[in-house]
Each structure stands twice: as C-alpha cells, then as structure tokens.
C-alpha cells in the first residue's frame, strides 16, 4: 500500500503554462507538506497544512497555490511556469503538526522548456 | 546568515567500514536534529532524530551523535553495505509553535565499494 502518493510523477510543459500536481496519503495524518528540490539536491519547505488550515508559508512567489480539499489531500497548482520552476517536488505527511516523523512522497519532477 | 553544511563531496569507502558523515550549521538553535536517506528517483526516508539533551542515539548499525556547542551532528553507520549507498540528508528540526518545520542541509552522496 502506498502511504503518500503523487500524481503525476514526471510533468513536461512549456512556459507561461498553468499545472497542478496531486497528493493524497492514507496514513490518516493530520499535516501535509509541500517541498521543492532543486538541481543542486537541496531540499526546501514551502507550504504546510494542518488539518485543511495552512500553518507554514515560506517565501514562495504567489503563483504557487496549495489546496487542502480535505487532510488527506494536498494539491500543489502553479500558475504561469517559468523556466526556474523546474525542480522535484515532493510531498509529505506527519501525523501531527509536531510530530518527529515526516513521510515523503516519491516526488514529481517538473521541467519547464 | 545561516547555514548548513554536509560533507561537501562524495564519501567513498570500503564495505564493512565505518562511514562517517557530517553536518554543521551556523545561526539556528534546534531542539532537535534528523537524518533521512534519500535514494535516487524517490523521496527521503526517516532514518533517525536526536534531541538537543541527547549526546547520543543508536538504531542497529546507525548512530547519531549531536554537540550543541559545536553545532554539528556525526552519522555513523558501522559495517557499512553497498546497499547502504544513497544520499543521506540532515535536517534541523525547528519546532516553533509546535509546528515541525525541517531545514535541510545539502546530503552526503554516499558510496560503498564491494
């Protein structure tokens, strides 16, 4: 059984595009993440949710939009790609906000032509 | 600024020797500490945290030590595999609110020859 799963897995689009990237675990935890990782491997938080309410937004440009349809789900929508946008992008779960244990989704790579 | 240092190069050693990787970090205080593996097209792993009061934390061949004063973590793993190859991420935990929110540092590649 698959605990955090993301659709789809490789995403190819030209700029200016608009994209969504999907997230559901089946772990029942209560807090999701969205991380982007680089070409260099680094690993960056950008959003979390906490029961559908976003607790963490880091300094991410506003084209990126999260929506929590309900705690099982995290979705990830981009509007208007830009070449820097390429990256893996990886979801996350943990079963409370404080919760030691993060677990990843198997990530989506975005390239943007 | 702050920032947070790995082993900057690939780490290379034989099978059945210890591996040790490094993190350093400068200009945070976490409570805690994690470290994840991270295998080539899939996400990052939970391997192991230490908590600031801990000196030290054992799971089978891993061990995590974690200096405070220093600022840095040590990640062992003893009689090392070729399995064992991947990358491996620290992560400081920077629990504020009680929200857990990682930072991480850059990953060690780690390679061990048969």
């Known amino acids: 059984d698959t605990a955090v799963s993301q659709t789809p897995k490789y995403l190819v689009t030209q700029m200016g595009n608009d994209k969504s990237i999907k997230c559901e675990q089946n772990l029942g935890h209560d807090t999701m993440y969205w991380y982007k990782q680089d070409s260099k491997k680094f690993l960056k938080i950008m959003f979390s949710y906490n029961n559908k309410e976003l607790i963490i937004n880091e300094t991410v440009p506003n084209r990126f939009s999260p929506k929590s349809p309900d705690k099982a789900h995290l979705n990830l929508h981009i509007n208007s790609l830009e070449l820097g946008d390429s990256a893996v992008y990886f979801c996350?779960?943990?079963?409370?906000?404080?919760?030691?244990?993060?677990?990843f989704g198997p990530g989506t790579r975005l390239t943007v032509l | 600024s702050q920032k947070i240092e790995q082993n900057s190069e690939a780490l290379n050693i034989q099978e059945g020797k210890t591996a040790t990787l490094t993190c350093n970090y400068t200009?945070?205080?976490?409570?805690?500490l994690q470290w994840y593996r991270q295998d080539p097209g899939r996400g990052p792993v939970f391997l192991l945290l230490?908590?600031?009061?801990?000196k030290e934390k054992r799971k089978e061949r891993l061990k995590v030590t974690f200096d405070t004063t220093l600022k840095q973590s040590l990640f062992h793993i003893t009689a090392s595999q070729p399995a064992d190859s991947a990358t491996y991420l620290c992560a400081l935990d920077m629990r504020g609110g009680a929200t857990n929110k990682l930072i991480f540092g850059t990953g060690t590649l780690l390679a061990v020859q048969p």
């Open positions: 996350a779960s943990s079963q409370t906000r404080g919760s030691d244990t993060q677990y």
């Open positions: 230490i908590r600031e009061n801990e």
């Open positions: 200009n945070y205080s976490p409570a805690y």
